[in-house]
Nanobody
Framework: QVQLVESGGGLVQPGGSLRLSCAAS????????LGWYRQFPGKQRELVAI???????DYADSVKGRFTISRDNAKNMVYLQMNSLKPEDTAVYYC????????WGQGTQVTVSS
């Protein structure tokens, strides 16, 4: 069983930065694919960034060059550094462990507004 707890969301002005953190409990962290997803009102959850156990990462086209996913396997933590935030980044962000059939955090709201 894996539990995920996100933190770091909030209100930020356009062009600003936020860093989301996700703490995971349970074993096997270093072998798992870890991701950040987001969900807009009335829409399906979409992948923002993924970090694979081998070290490779992928990003949605809409966030490439602005967001960076990183992980600390020793601390069972995964992060999402978000820079140059835009109003269209406003969403609930979810931490994921193990893909769509894996585990999810409770979500954290990110609001980009002046």
């Amino acid at each position: 069983q894996v539990q995920l707890v996100e933190s770091g969301g909030g209100l930020v002005q356009p062009g600003g930065s936020l860093r989301l953190s996700c703490a995971a409990s349970g074993s096997g962290f270093r072998l798992a694919a870890l991701g950040w997803y987001r969900q807009f009102p009335g829409k399906q959850r979409e992948l923002v960034a993924i970090s694979r156990s081998g070290g490779s990462t992928d990003y949605a086209d809409s966030v490439k060059g602005r967001f960076t996913i990183s992980r600390d396997n020793a601390k069972n933590m995964v992060y999402l550094q978000m820079n140059s935030l835009k109003p269209e980044d406003t969403a609930v962000y979810y931490c994921n462990y193990g893909g769509s059939v894996g585990y999810w955090g409770q979500g954290t709201q990110v609001t980009v507004s002046s």
